[in-house]
C-alpha cells in the first residue's frame, strides 16, 4: 500500500484532515485545543502537546505511548522522532519555505513544506524513501501535518493548501 502514495493528498477543514489516497482514506485526525485524535485503519490514537522547557508530541494508542516527537537542538531546528522504539530525525528550516524532513540513518524519508508567500499558503508533501513499515510511515505523515498544520496557524491562517509532490 505504500508504494502506491504518489496520488495521496490530504483534505483538511480548520478542525479535520484526511490523507485519501486513490478513494481509501487512510489518515483521519480531529483537531481540538489538546491535540488531536487520529484514525488510522482500525487503530485509534491521540496526539497531544507535552512539555513546557523542550516542548514535544506524543502520539498514544490506548493510553499507551508508542510515538514521540521532541526537541533535541539548541535552536529548536532538530527533533528526534521515536516510533515503535526506532529513532528518527526531524530538521526544520525557515526561509522562503518553513520545511520539516524526516530521516533514518540519515536517508531522507518526508518532507513537508509551507510557503507563505502566496495569498494562501501552500503545504506540500513529498515522500522520498518507502524503505520502512506502513505504520511508522503514516504515523510520520500524522506527525509532519500536525507540525506544519501549527506552523501554517501559527504564520498565516487557518485557510491554507496541501499539495502533494510526486
Known amino acids: ?3 502506491t ?7 483538511h477543514s480548520k478542525h479535520q484532515a484526511k490523507l485519501v489516497n486513490n478513494g481509501v482514506t487512510l489518515i483521519e485526525m480531529k483537531f481540538n485545543s489538546k491535540g488531536a485524535l487520529i484514525k488510522i485503519g482500525e487503530n485509534r490514537l491521540v ?48 526561509g522562503r ?40 510511515l503514516l504515523l510520520l505523515m500524522a506527525f509532519g501535518f500536525y507540525s506544519i498544520k501549527n506552523a501554517a496557524i501559527e504564520a498565516v491562517s487557518n485557510d491554507f493548501i496541501v499539495v502533494a509532490i510526486a
Request: hydrophobic content about 35%; cysteine-free.
Open 97 to 136: 519555505l518553513f520545511n520539516i524532513t524526516y530521516t533514518r540513518e540519515g536517508v531522507d524519508i518526508l518532507t513537508y513544506k509551507l510557503d507563505t508567500l502566496k495569498l494562501k499558503p501552500v503545504v506540500q508533501f513529498e515522500i522520498h524513501s518507502y524503505e520502512l513499515p506502513q505504520k511508522q
Open 47 to 94: 496526539i497531544s502537546r507535552h512539555g513546557f522547557w523542550n516542548p514535544g508530541l506524543l502520539i498514544r494508542e490506548n493510553n499507551t505511548t508508542i510515538g514521540t516527537q521532541k526537541q533535541s537542538g539548541f535552536w529548536g531546528t532538530k527533533m528526534e522522532v521515536i516510533l515503535d522504539n526506532e529513532i528518527f530525525t526531524a530538521r526544520t528550516k525557515q
Open 5 to 11: 502514495l504518489t496520488s495521496a493528498y490530504w483534505e
Open 1 to 3: 500500500m505504500t508504494a
